[in-house]
Antibody
C-alpha cells in the first residue's frame, strides 16, 4: 500500500524558515517523480513544486521560486521541501504527492504550516 | 500560471447527472492528455477520481467519467448520490515539468 507521511509543519514567523519532510513507503520511491501541493485555509489546491527521480531536475511555481527548494534522499525514501523567507501568504496545508505524468496519483495527509507573528 | 477555470459551484438532485468544466489553454489542457480530477471532502486529503483525461482508478465508481475537447476538460458524475457532495479540482500538466490546478468546484447534492 502506497503511504506518504508529511512532517515538519508548525508555526513560524514571517521571514523564517522551515523544512518539511515526506516519508514514502509501499512503492519504489526512487522510480517516481514527486510533487508538493499546498492549500491555504478555505482555499483551493495549488501546485508548488516537482522533482524528478534522481533529484537532478526541479520545477517551481512562480510564487515560491527562489525561496523554496525541493529535494529528495532516495536512500531514505524521503522527499523534502526547504522553505525560506516565509510570508503570511505561505500559510497552508502542504501535501506530498506521487507523480503520474504531471498529475498526482497518491496524496499524503498533509502538514500545516502557519506563518504569523 | 493562472489557475485553470472551473465553475465555483454546481448542484444537482440525487439521481441526476452533472458536469464540471475545466478550461485552460493550448499550453496545458489542450496540449496534453494529462488531465486529472480530484474529489476532496472537508478536512480530508484529495482523492483521484479520473486521470489521463478519462481513465478511472481501481475502486472509483463508474458513475464518474472524464472527457476533453480542445482546451476544456470535463468531469461528469451520473446518478448523483449524497456522498458525492464535495469539492472537485482538475489538474493538468503544463509543460516544462510544471502542473496547474483549477480553482475548484463545490458540488452540492440537493
Amino acid at each position: 500500500e502506497v503511504q506518504l507521511a508529511e512532517s515538519g509543519g508548525g508555526l513560524v514567523q514571517p521571514g523564517g524558515s522551515l523544512r518539511l519532510s515526506c516519508a514514502a513507503s509501499g512503492f519504489t520511491f526512487s522510480s517516481y517523480w514527486m510533487h508538493w501541493v499546498r492549500q491555504a485555509p478555505g482555499k483551493g489546491l495549488v501546485w508548488v513544486s516537482r522533482i524528478n527521480t534522481d533529484g537532478s531536475s526541479t520545477s517551481y511555481a512562480d510564487t515560491v521560486k527562489g525561496r523554496f527548494t525541493i529535494s529528495r534522499d532516495n536512500a531514505k525514501n524521503t522527499l523534502y521541501l526547504q522553505m525560506n523567507s516565509l510570508r503570511v501568504e505561505d500559510t497552508a496545508v502542504y501535501y506530498c504527492a506521487r507523480d503520474h505524468y504531471g498529475q498526482v496519483d497518491y496524496w499524503g495527509q498533509g502538514t500545516l504550516v502557519t506563518v504569523s507573528s | 500560471q493562472s489557475a485553470l477555470t472551473q465553475p465555483a459551484s454546481v448542484s444537482g438532485s440525487p439521481g441526476q447527472s452533472i458536469t464540471i468544466s475545466c478550461t485552460g489553454t493550448s499550453s496545458d489542457v489542450g496540449g496534453y492528455n494529462y488531465v486529472s480530477w480530484y474529489q476532496q471532502h472537508p478536512g480530508k486529503a484529495p482523492k483521484v477520481m479520473i486521470y489521463d483525461v478519462n481513465k478511472r482508478p481501481s475502486g472509483v465508481s463508474n458513475r464518474f467519467s472524464g472527457s476533453k475537447s480542445d482546451n476544456t476538460a470535463s468531469l461528469t458524475i451520473s446518478g448523483l448520490q449524497a456522498e458525492d457532495e464535495a469539492d472537485y479540482y482538475c489538474l493538468s500538466y503544463a509543460g516544462s515539468s510544471t502542473s496547474i490546478f483549477g480553482g475548484g468546484t463545490r458540488l452540492t447534492v440537493l
